[in-house]
């Protein structure tokens, strides 16, 4: 894997679980061979079997994209479908795991950046395949890793780490301006997350500030602000808390934020008691998506896949799941209070590698040993 001056991340804002059934149907694919001498004899020749039937996609990933990306994929490739189950990273990760010997998805979209993906790739969960369109990725800044060396993940995504609070409580001038800032006592009880344990945005700010402080004071820092924090989100997201002034300050990435903008807008709520603050230097990564080793129809698996690096798809993904896309001239967020550019600027420089090998070990002493000493 290429190694980044740069890291772009990207580990997510409100979870609930939501499952649908899969029904998948397994698809087959023939390929024509260039032909024998015998076979030159022949006036006809096998024509490649399309595949057929529906795809089940694991995302963390929220909000209207999951409703639009399957009737767009259907339209774009008729006969083919996508179903959706929606589960929080680390419980998604542990699914894969668990349903190794008989995989059940098809296709991982989403996981708050690379590092999940750098894991189960080395526990062999993922199967290679580069979607027709990546190539693209290969133009756009190596200061980001935007797909695995072996295509074992692919990003079709840039996401960025941040704070989100309600603009009519709190200055823009009184918000922390770096992560360090939230261990100040100043703000004992007035900061949400998600439980680590199931969401791989809070997992990724664990990994984070290690990565960045190193072990020793990555650990005090990181029980300095678990004290700050008043409640893991329970339900939606920390946007949500804060714009019911529940909350100060909530950890998310700006997605998460515009989802929950867009979502009270169209419900007769307030979009603007909510408002996104990307930190100085901050987690900033590729968005990946793979497909699952052993999956039952990985051809229509595949297929999602390359419509998601479609213009279309991108479309999708931007208008709806409120990401950053990949392909230049593809639209923006809606609503985005950033540009890419400020992405690139304020990208902390982390070691992806690292923070994948000791994501695992990192969550458990979260729980054994950082929640404990409230």
Known sequence: ???????????CAAMALTACGSGSTSGTTSSTSAPSATDSQSSTQTEPTQPSGT???YTPHQGRLLEEWGPAFAEAYPGLSVETQRIGTTQLIGRLRAEKANPQADVWVGGGGIVPFITLAKEGLL?????????????????IIWHADDWSWVAPNLIA????????????????????????????????????????????FVVMNLARLGEEKGWEYLKAVYQNVARYTAEGSPAASVARGEIDLGITYEHTALIFRDEAQRTGGNPDNVAFYLPEKTLVMAEPMALVKGGPNPEVGKAFMDFLMTMEGQRVLSEYGFMYPVIPGAPTPPGAFYTVEDYYQRAIELDPEWMAANLDRALKIWKNEVETAK
């Open 1 to 11: 894997m290429r190694r980044p001056q740069l890291l772009a991340l990207v580990l």
């Open 161 to 204: 780490m941040g704070i989100v609070y309600n603009p009519n409580r709190i200055s823009k001038e009184e918000l922390p301006k770096t992560w360090d800032d939230l261990a100040d006592p100043k703000w004992k009880g007035r900061i949400e997350m998600w439980d680590p344990a199931s969401s791989g945005t809070s997992a990724a």
């Open 55 to 57: 795809a089940l996609v």
């Open 127 to 143: 199967e290679p395949y580069q979607p027709k369109g990546s190539e693209v990725l290969d133009t756009l800044p190596d200061s």
